[in-house]
C-alpha cells in the first residue's frame, strides 16, 4: 500500500510570490490600518500576544458583500505566524448592525495552497458578481444555515421559503475544485472528527475580533 505523500509547510515568502499577481486581478486590495481604526476592530482577549495583529488582510467589496482574505502573514516580520491558518471569508454588511461572517473557510499552510486560496476567492467573486433573484426580482442574500454549508436566501424566506444553492454556475475546473474540498470536509466530518473523539468546530473555540463601532463597519457601495 503507498504511503499518502506529506505536503511540506509553505513559506509566506513563496506564497505572498505566488498569489499576488491573482489577487490584483481580481481585484482585492490591501486592508490599511484606517480601515480597521474606522471599524473600532479590536483583537481577542488572550493571555499572549495576540499573534493577528499585525497580518495582512486583503478585501474586495461587491454590493453588500465583501471577499476578505486573512493571510496569517506578519507583514513586520515577513514571515507567517506560528498558529495561524490562511482565511478566506465573504462578510455581509447588515446596515445598523455591521458586519457579519455568512461563508468562511480555512486552509493549511502547506504546498498548494496558494492554487486552493486563488481558485475559491475567483470562484465566490464570479458567484458574488451574479447575484440570483428570487421570484419577484429581489437580490438574494447569502446565510449560513449550518457549518460549511451557505445559500443564497430570498429576503422574504419566511414568506416564500426560497433559497438557493451557491457554485451552480462556475466553469468545470472551478466546479470540481469544490466539489473535492467538499468532499474532503465531509470525510473529515464523518470519519476523522469521530475517531478523534472531537466535538466543537474551530469557530466555536477560536477567539475573534471584536468590533466596537459596528455602524462604520458597512461601508457605503
Sequence with gaps: MLKKKKRR???ARIFLRKVSRSFAMIGLSKITNNREKEMGAKPPKVRKPFEGMNQL??????RYDTIRVRTSVDE???????????????????PGIGE????????????GVEEKVIKLVTALDLE????PSDSKGKFMNLVEVS?????????N????????EMFLKLPS???????????????YQKVVRKRKGIKRYESQVRKKWYIANPENAVPVR
Design 128 to 131: 458574488l458578481s451574479s447575484r
Design 57 to 62: 488582510s486583503l478585501e474586495k467589496p461587491i
Design 157 to 164: 424566506f419566511k414568506r416564500n421559503k426560497e433559497e438557493k
Design 147 to 155: 457549518p460549511r454549508r451557505t445559500v443564497w436566501r430570498s429576503p
Design 173 to 187: 475546473f472551478l466546479a470540481d475544485f469544490i466539489c473535492k474540498e467538499q468532499y474532503k470536509w465531509e470525510y
Design 9 to 11: 509547510r509553505i513559506s
Design 76 to 94: 513586520k516580520g515577513g514571515c507567517f505566524n506560528e498558529t495561524g491558518r490562511v482565511r478566506v471569508l465573504v462578510i455581509s454588511a447588515r
Design 100 to 111: 457579519e461572517i455568512v461563508f468562511y473557510r480555512s486552509f493549511q499552510r502547506r504546498t
